[in-house]
């Protein structure tokens, strides 16, 4: 059975903002008191948190599909619908939020990181909210908004500071133990660790944590064995470590052969030149394996390498190697180190950007006009096309924006065909341009026209 996943492709659905009310309030001997239905709630955001207590997404592998509530709708007498519940879904430290596209959409590091995944759709305003000196009684209302519905991709990077990696049953798990004061399973057959293992390593006053990756083979970085599934949890280590067997009994295997196999899946994954190198030779306290480590070790160290010959079995050479770990977790802190807090910059829209934009298509039966932008497509989403008051107020909201003015200006004649949003769920209709003053080519202040001039 499955017990560590890292790599989840999560369905989720934000809930619906409620629909304001229309409604009119009344009582004895005052049968038309006014406008006072209630706005639609909120509806209730998908949130992903950051809990150090969860080490796996597993719980996601099973149940990938999440939803959270609606808003109510909105009622008389002024009443507001209730906000629809927000989903918190607790991922693990180290979680790294992407589209189905691969676009890095958030990377939650740290306890209690937060990113709302998807957003609750906004509440219609009911018709109190509607009403102003032009239109005292609205008999409409607004609807709630969708809320966002999709797929993203949740993967799992390990946060730990010292990566070891090297060939199955090289021992990397037996170092772990060693070091630290975690369990991991060990064996001797290959493959014996299915999923990264953590060690808090305590050298002096520096703590750290080590990750036992999984062992990788020839291939690991195109797929083969368990090498792609695990490869990424060494990207955020700040370094690696060697972990090569000098007791092996398999045919055709020795510590630089090995070195350069794993050295080579590294370049092939991307990403890790930058990272020092140290390098442990392991299971000297077998006596072929001390003899080898003796041979190898000054061939390793003219390629620039700190090698260290270790044993988690007799915990020979452990302090001088588990210091040497801190050295390098504590130059790269000191690298990363921010003196001051993170600037937040902020960047307001500017105060005359119209929020839309009108194209013009060509087809067969005609000249389309296709208008995108968000105040436009969330004033469609919002209008009850039943009611002919809420089209006319869509109406008076599209030509106050300056969308008349646009299409006007594009050619656009009335009876041409305009979209409004994109795709499937653009609205088709009919354009008829409003009449008001100064609408059209040949209008000019009310109750005059140029042509009656000439």
């Known amino acids: 059975m499955t017990t560590f996943v890292d790599h989840v492709v999560l369905h989720v659905g934000a809930g619906d903002g409620g629909h304001g009310c229309a409604s009119i309030h009344r009582e004895k001997f005052k049968p038309l008191g006014g406008p006072d239905g209630g706005n639609g709630g909120r509806g209730g955001d998908v949130i992903l948190v950051v ?10 592998h099973h149940s990938p599909h999440r939803k959270a509530s609606s808003g109510k709708p909105g009622h ?7 906000d629809g519940d927000d989903v918190v879904l607790s991922v693990p430290n180290g979680t790294v939020v992407l589209s189905p596209s691969g676009e890095i959409l958030a990377d939650l590091i740290g306890n209690g990181a937060r990113f709302v995944v998807a ?42 500071d010292i990566g070891l990696i090297g060939y199955p049953s090289a021992g ?12 991991p399973k060990i064996a001797d057959y290959p493959f014996t660790t299915l999923a990264p293992n953590l060690g808090v390593v305590t050298a002096g006053e520096n703590v750290f944590t080590v990750a036992d990756v999984p062992g990788l083979i020839p291939g690991a970085s195109e797929g083969r064995g368990l090498g792609l599934e695990f490869l990424r949890h060494v990207e955020r280590c ?7 067997d000098c007791a092996t009994l398999e045919p055709g295997r020795d510590p630089l052969s090995d070195l350069d196999v794993i050295e080579t899946e590294l370049l092939a994954y991307g990403g890790l030149a930058d990272r020092p190198r140290l390098v442990a030779l392991n299971k000297i306290d077998v006596p072929e394996g001390r ?10 160290e003219e390629r620039g390498l700190r090698v260290f010959e270790v044993s988690a079995v007799s ?14 977790v504590s130059a790269a802190r000191a690298a990363t180190t921010i003196d001051e807090a993170p600037r937040i910059e902020l960047r307001p829209r500017a105060v005359n950007e119209i929020g839309f934009t009108v194209r013009r298509d060509e087809s067969p039966e005609g000249p389309r006009f296709i208008v995108s932008g968000d105040r436009p497509t969330r004033w469609v989403r919002q209008t009850d096309f039943s009611n002919d008051e809420a089209v006319g107020y869509l109406a008076d909201r599209l030509a106050r924006l300056g969308v008349e003015d646009e299409l006007l200006r594009l050619g656009a004649t009335p009876g041409c065909t305009v979209l409004i949003g994109s795709g499937t769920n653009a609205v088709v209709f009919d354009w008829e341009p409003t009449i ?9 202040p009310r109750g005059s026209d140029e042509r009656l001039e000439r």
């Not at 008389?76 to 209730?82: D, I, M, T």
């Not at 990397?172 to 369990?183: F, P």
């Not at 003053?437 to 000019?444: F, L, Q, S, W």
């Open 51 to 60: 809990d150090g207590q969860t080490t796996t997404l597993l719980e996601y």
């Open 76 to 82: 008389g007498s002024h009443r507001h619908g209730a």
């Open 119 to 160: 957003h609750g759709g906004r509440g219609g305003l009911g018709n109190a909210a509607l009403a102003s000196a032009r239109r005292k009684a609205p008999g409409f209302a607004l609807l709630g908004e969708p809320g966002d519905q999709g797929d993203v991709v949740l993967e799992l990077k390990t946060v730990a």
């Open 172 to 183: 990397k798990s037996s170092l772990v133990a060693a070091l630290s004061a975690a369990r």
């Open 238 to 244: 700040a370094a690696l470590v060697h972990v090569l």
């Open 291 to 300: 003899e080898l480590a003796d041979f190898v070790r000054p061939l390793l």
């Open 315 to 328: 915990h020979e050479g452990l302090r001088e190697f588990s210091f040497a770990m801190a050295e390098l």
């Open 436 to 444: 008001r003053a100064g609408a059209g080519p040949h209008m000019g």
